[in-house]
T-cell receptor
Framework: QKEVEQNSGPLSVPEGAIASLNCTYS??????FFWYRQYSGKSPELIMS??SNGDKEDGRFTAQLNKASQYVSLLIRDSQPSDSATYLC????????????????WGLGTSLAVNP | EAGVAQSPRYKIIEKRQSVAFWCNPI?????LYWYQQILGQGPKLLIQ????????DSQLPKDRFSAERLKGVDSTLKIQPAKLEDSAVYLC?????????????FGSGTRLTVV
Protein backbone atom coordinates (compact mmCIF):
# COMPACT_ATOMS: atom_id res chain seq x y z
CA GLN A 1 0.00 0.00 0.00
CA LYS A 2 1.32 3.42 -0.92
CA GLU A 3 1.73 5.83 1.95
CA VAL A 4 -0.58 8.44 0.42
CA GLU A 5 -3.01 7.46 -2.31
CA GLN A 6 -5.19 9.52 -4.58
CA ASN A 7 -7.22 8.65 -7.64
CA SER A 8 -5.36 10.08 -10.60
CA GLY A 9 -8.55 11.05 -12.39
CA PRO A 10 -9.34 12.93 -14.42
CA LEU A 11 -12.36 13.88 -12.37
CA SER A 12 -14.79 15.77 -14.54
CA VAL A 13 -17.64 17.85 -13.08
CA PRO A 14 -19.98 20.42 -14.58
CA GLU A 15 -19.69 24.04 -13.58
CA GLY A 16 -21.60 24.76 -10.38
CA ALA A 17 -21.41 21.18 -9.10
CA ILE A 18 -19.58 19.89 -6.03
CA ALA A 19 -16.20 18.32 -6.74
CA SER A 20 -15.09 15.69 -4.24
CA LEU A 21 -11.43 14.72 -4.03
CA ASN A 22 -10.26 11.90 -1.80
CA CYS A 23 -6.98 10.88 -0.25
CA THR A 24 -6.10 7.90 1.94
CA TYR A 25 -2.98 7.42 4.00
CA SER A 26 -1.33 4.49 5.69
CA UNK A 27 0.34 5.95 8.80
CA UNK A 28 -2.19 6.11 11.66
CA UNK A 29 0.10 8.47 13.57
CA UNK A 30 -0.10 11.20 10.94
CA UNK A 31 -1.08 14.54 12.41
CA UNK A 32 -1.13 17.18 9.69
CA PHE A 33 -2.84 17.07 6.32
CA PHE A 34 -2.58 19.47 3.44
CA TRP A 35 -4.24 20.07 0.11
CA TYR A 36 -2.29 21.81 -2.62
CA ARG A 37 -3.59 23.00 -5.97
CA GLN A 38 -1.29 22.90 -8.99
CA TYR A 39 -2.22 24.51 -12.27
CA SER A 40 -0.53 23.13 -15.36
CA GLY A 41 3.00 24.48 -15.62
CA LYS A 42 2.80 26.15 -12.23
CA SER A 43 4.00 25.34 -8.72
CA PRO A 44 1.83 23.78 -6.02
CA GLU A 45 -0.11 26.27 -3.92
CA LEU A 46 -1.34 25.48 -0.41
CA ILE A 47 -5.12 25.84 -0.23
CA MET A 48 -6.13 23.94 2.92
CA SER A 49 -4.60 22.42 6.02
CA UNK A 50 -6.41 20.30 8.58
CA UNK A 51 -5.23 18.77 11.82
CA SER A 52 -8.26 17.39 13.69
CA ASN A 53 -11.19 15.18 12.81
CA GLY A 54 -14.16 16.83 11.21
CA ASP A 55 -14.69 19.55 8.67
CA LYS A 56 -12.80 22.75 8.02
CA GLU A 57 -14.34 25.29 5.70
CA ASP A 58 -12.68 28.12 3.82
CA GLY A 59 -14.85 29.82 1.24
CA ARG A 60 -15.91 27.26 -1.35
CA PHE A 61 -13.44 24.71 -0.02
CA THR A 62 -14.10 22.20 2.76
CA ALA A 63 -11.51 19.75 4.02
CA GLN A 64 -12.75 16.68 5.85
CA LEU A 65 -10.58 14.47 8.02
CA ASN A 66 -11.40 11.05 9.43
CA LYS A 67 -8.40 9.65 11.26
CA ALA A 68 -10.13 6.40 12.19
CA SER A 69 -10.71 5.62 8.53
CA GLN A 70 -7.45 7.25 7.48
CA TYR A 71 -8.82 9.48 4.82
CA VAL A 72 -8.91 13.15 4.09
CA SER A 73 -11.08 14.74 1.44
CA LEU A 74 -11.50 18.09 -0.23
CA LEU A 75 -14.88 19.36 -1.37
CA ILE A 76 -15.16 22.24 -3.79
CA ARG A 77 -18.62 23.78 -3.89
CA ASP A 78 -19.94 25.71 -6.88
CA SER A 79 -17.04 24.46 -9.01
CA GLN A 80 -15.70 26.94 -11.52
CA PRO A 81 -13.63 26.34 -14.67
CA SER A 82 -10.81 28.15 -12.86
CA ASP A 83 -10.75 25.27 -10.36
CA SER A 84 -9.49 22.97 -13.12
CA ALA A 85 -6.10 21.84 -11.86
CA THR A 86 -4.30 18.94 -10.20
CA TYR A 87 -4.96 18.64 -6.48
CA LEU A 88 -2.18 17.17 -4.38
CA CYS A 89 -2.70 15.64 -0.95
CA UNK A 90 0.26 15.78 1.47
CA UNK A 91 0.47 14.10 4.87
CA UNK A 92 2.93 14.59 7.71
CA UNK A 93 3.75 11.07 8.87
CA UNK A 94 5.58 9.64 11.83
CA UNK A 95 8.62 8.99 9.69
CA UNK A 96 11.37 11.18 11.07
CA UNK A 97 14.30 12.70 9.31
CA UNK A 98 17.69 13.40 10.80
CA UNK A 99 16.39 16.66 12.23
CA UNK A 100 13.68 14.79 14.11
CA UNK A 101 11.05 16.38 11.91
CA UNK A 102 8.15 14.44 10.50
CA UNK A 103 8.37 13.69 6.81
CA UNK A 104 5.78 15.08 4.45
CA UNK A 105 4.55 12.40 2.04
CA TRP A 106 2.85 13.44 -1.18
CA GLY A 107 0.19 11.76 -3.23
CA LEU A 108 0.44 11.73 -7.01
CA GLY A 109 -2.46 14.14 -7.38
CA THR A 110 -5.96 14.09 -8.84
CA SER A 111 -6.66 15.97 -12.03
CA LEU A 112 -9.91 17.95 -11.89
CA ALA A 113 -11.67 19.33 -14.96
CA VAL A 114 -14.64 21.65 -14.47
CA ASN A 115 -16.68 21.90 -17.63
CA PRO A 116 -18.54 25.14 -18.41
CA GLU B 1 5.72 39.18 2.04
CA ALA B 2 7.93 38.34 -0.90
CA GLY B 3 7.65 34.77 -2.13
CA VAL B 4 10.24 32.12 -2.73
CA ALA B 5 12.55 33.23 -5.54
CA GLN B 6 14.06 30.75 -7.97
CA SER B 7 16.22 31.07 -11.03
CA PRO B 8 16.51 30.32 -13.83
CA ARG B 9 12.93 29.56 -14.94
CA TYR B 10 14.01 27.33 -17.80
CA LYS B 11 17.19 25.51 -18.69
CA ILE B 12 18.09 23.23 -21.58
CA ILE B 13 21.37 21.34 -21.42
CA GLU B 14 22.96 18.36 -23.08
CA LYS B 15 23.46 15.15 -21.15
CA ARG B 16 26.70 15.01 -19.20
CA GLN B 17 26.73 18.79 -18.79
CA SER B 18 26.35 20.46 -15.42
CA VAL B 19 23.66 22.84 -14.23
CA ALA B 20 22.93 24.86 -11.09
CA PHE B 21 19.72 26.24 -9.68
CA TRP B 22 19.32 29.01 -7.13
CA CYS B 23 16.69 29.60 -4.48
CA ASN B 24 16.02 32.38 -2.01
CA PRO B 25 13.36 31.46 0.58
CA ILE B 26 10.85 33.66 2.33
CA UNK B 27 12.55 35.83 4.91
CA UNK B 28 12.55 34.18 8.30
CA UNK B 29 11.83 30.69 7.01
CA UNK B 30 14.34 28.38 8.61
CA UNK B 31 13.49 25.33 6.54
CA LEU B 32 14.25 25.04 2.84
CA TYR B 33 13.39 22.15 0.56
CA TRP B 34 14.39 21.12 -2.93
CA TYR B 35 11.90 18.95 -4.77
CA GLN B 36 12.00 17.23 -8.14
CA GLN B 37 8.69 16.90 -9.99
CA ILE B 38 8.49 14.78 -13.08
CA LEU B 39 5.51 15.42 -15.34
CA GLY B 40 2.40 13.66 -14.03
CA GLN B 41 3.88 12.83 -10.65
CA GLY B 42 3.83 14.34 -7.21
CA PRO B 43 6.84 16.25 -5.87
CA LYS B 44 9.77 14.14 -4.68
CA LEU B 45 11.87 15.55 -1.87
CA LEU B 46 15.55 15.74 -2.76
CA ILE B 47 16.93 17.56 0.24
CA GLN B 48 15.73 19.47 3.30
CA UNK B 49 17.76 22.09 5.13
CA UNK B 50 17.11 23.40 8.61
CA UNK B 51 19.00 26.70 8.67
CA UNK B 52 22.32 25.68 7.08
CA UNK B 53 22.23 22.02 8.14
CA UNK B 54 20.94 19.07 6.14
CA UNK B 55 18.18 17.14 7.88
CA UNK B 56 17.06 14.89 5.05
CA ASP B 57 18.90 13.98 1.87
CA SER B 58 17.85 10.34 1.73
CA GLN B 59 16.49 10.63 -1.83
CA LEU B 60 19.23 12.81 -3.26
CA PRO B 61 21.31 10.98 -5.91
CA LYS B 62 24.56 12.00 -4.30
CA ASP B 63 26.74 10.71 -7.11
CA ARG B 64 25.49 13.54 -9.31
CA PHE B 65 23.43 15.94 -7.22
CA SER B 66 24.70 18.33 -4.58
CA ALA B 67 23.15 21.18 -2.64
CA GLU B 68 24.29 23.76 -0.17
CA ARG B 69 22.86 26.48 2.01
CA LEU B 70 25.99 27.98 3.42
CA LYS B 71 24.63 30.99 5.28
CA GLY B 72 21.27 29.51 6.16
CA VAL B 73 19.42 31.70 3.67
CA ASP B 74 19.67 31.08 -0.07
CA SER B 75 20.57 27.73 -1.55
CA THR B 76 21.96 26.19 -4.71
CA LEU B 77 21.26 22.78 -6.20
CA LYS B 78 23.72 21.36 -8.71
CA ILE B 79 23.59 18.43 -11.08
CA GLN B 80 26.83 17.13 -12.54
CA PRO B 81 26.75 15.30 -14.90
CA ALA B 82 23.13 15.50 -16.01
CA LYS B 83 21.25 12.52 -17.39
CA LEU B 84 18.20 12.43 -19.61
CA GLU B 85 16.05 11.23 -16.69
CA ASP B 86 16.87 14.42 -14.78
CA SER B 87 14.47 16.30 -17.04
CA ALA B 88 11.91 17.65 -14.58
CA VAL B 89 10.79 20.73 -12.74
CA TYR B 90 12.94 21.54 -9.73
CA LEU B 91 10.95 23.23 -7.03
CA CYS B 92 12.27 25.09 -4.04
CA UNK B 93 10.01 25.54 -1.05
CA UNK B 94 10.35 27.05 2.38
CA UNK B 95 8.49 26.90 5.65
CA UNK B 96 8.75 28.61 9.00
CA UNK B 97 9.72 25.38 10.67
CA UNK B 98 10.32 21.79 9.69
CA UNK B 99 7.78 20.65 12.22
CA UNK B 100 4.51 18.86 11.67
CA UNK B 101 2.10 21.71 11.30
CA UNK B 102 3.46 24.02 8.65
CA UNK B 103 2.56 24.10 5.00
CA UNK B 104 5.10 25.04 2.41
CA UNK B 105 5.40 27.97 0.05
CA PHE B 106 6.83 26.99 -3.30
CA GLY B 107 8.84 29.02 -5.74
CA SER B 108 7.95 29.13 -9.42
CA GLY B 109 10.32 26.28 -10.21
CA THR B 110 13.01 25.65 -12.80
CA ARG B 111 12.05 23.49 -15.76
CA LEU B 112 15.10 21.48 -16.80
CA THR B 113 15.29 19.71 -20.13
CA VAL B 114 18.23 17.39 -20.73
CA VAL B 115 18.75 16.48 -24.38
Amino acid sequence: QKEVEQNSGPLSVPEGAIASLNCTYSDRGSQSFFWYRQYSGKSPELIMSIYSNGDKEDGRFTAQLNKASQYVSLLIRDSQPSDSATYLCAVNTRLLNAGNNRKLIWGLGTSLAVNP
Amino acid sequence: EAGVAQSPRYKIIEKRQSVAFWCNPISGHATLYWYQQILGQGPKLLIQFQNNGVVDDSQLPKDRFSAERLKGVDSTLKIQPAKLEDSAVYLCASSFSGGAGYGYTFGSGTRLTVV
